[in-house]
């Protein structure tokens, strides 16, 4: 049974719909989301085969959302099957075929929206996921929370943040949880004690919390240029068994950097025809051995802003 939402929680201002806690675009913002979407919208009349492992992510479930996320959810299923970390790294080392479609889904920062709006969907489906939280935020006092949203994230306006007694929840339901560092830390700029304070205490505290390992890391804003090679040494170092960035690509068995990980980034209101393009890999260069390309495709999709969040 997920938990319904504290009373406590219920009286601060919340975002709970998009156009609360999306905030609009720029002009020049919105002149490349058109260009942008044309060019995704002609790319999705092609011809693309399914098949490989490939992973994908969001960041949040907005209450004017859950339809279109549904929709998602519905779609795929029928494109393939959704796999656990366990089983998406297992494939990743070549220990288990990937003979099909497969895909692995998970969400960052941390939004309770996620446990409310895409849980029970998820559920319906029978779609496991991974839920990466920054753990310095679950808790936290309502500035701290809105800082986070609106400077750190730059979103719009607060948004309720998942509490420990909601992760126990969810890891009790079957999902995943890993870590998303402790602030939102952006590998690039981490060095000694902060490596530490962000990467292997963010573990410690949720495996302390929650009373169990901690696997998986996703790094926050997540290209390749904001991890540096320090940091995912570091990731290695403390523990963890995989690291997911957000640039596109599949997971090649044997080939792609455990801690380098490729996800597809997707929002729920972006066009189902582009969520379709970027699960059958429409825009996916061709990568090196480590498993990933200087220059994988960075393209978002539907409007909203490509780096939100991260």
């Known amino acids: 049974m997920i938990l319904k939402q504290d009373k406590i929680n219920t009286m601060k201002p919340w975002a709970r719909f998009s156009y609360e806690g999306v905030p609009p675009l720029t002009p020049r913002e919105r002149l490349r989301s058109i260009l942008r979407d044309s060019y995704l919208s002609v790319a999705a009349l092609r011809n693309h085969t399914p098949g490989g492992l490939r992973c994908i992510y969001c960041h949040y479930v907005f209450d004017d959302q859950i339809a279109d996320f549904r929709r998602i959810c519905a779609t795929l299923v029928t494109m393939g099957k959704f796999v656990d970390s366990d089983t998406c790294l297992s494939m990743l080392r070549g220990e288990m075929p990937i003979d099909g479609s497969y895909y692995h889904l998970s969400f960052d920062d941390g939004f309770r929206n996620i446990l409310n709006n895409a849980v029970p969907i998820l559920n319906d489906f029978s779609i496991p996921a991974t839920i990466f939280v920054p753990t310095a935020m679950v808790e936290a006092d309502y500035e701290t929370i809105r800082r986070y949203c609106v400077k750190t994230t730059r979103y719009a306006a607060p948004i309720e943040v998942l509490t420990w007694r909601d992760l126990a929840e969810l890891q009790r339901a079957g999902f995943t949880i890993g870590s998303h560092t402790r602030t939102h830390a ?59 960035g957000s640039y596109r690509g599949a997971v090649r068995p044997r080939s792609t950097d455990p801690f380098s990980i490729p996800r597809h980034h997707f929002e729920p209101s972006w066009p189902l025809s582009h969520v379709r393009l970027f699960a059958t890999g429409g825009l996916e260069l061709r990568s090196g051995k480590s498993g990933h390309s200087r220059t994988a495709v960075p393209l978002g999709g539907g409007g909203a802003r490509d780096s939100l969040g991260g």
């Open 186 to 244: 952006r590998f690039s700029t981490l060095r000694g004690p902060d490596l530490q304070d962000e990467i292997a205490l963010s573990k410690a505290e949720l495996e302390q919390k929650l009373g169990s390992e901690c696997r998986y890391i996703s790094w926050p804003y997540g290209t390749l240029s904001d991890a540096s090679d320090e940091a995912l040494a570091f990731v290695r170092k403390s523990g963890y068994s995989g690291c997911f």
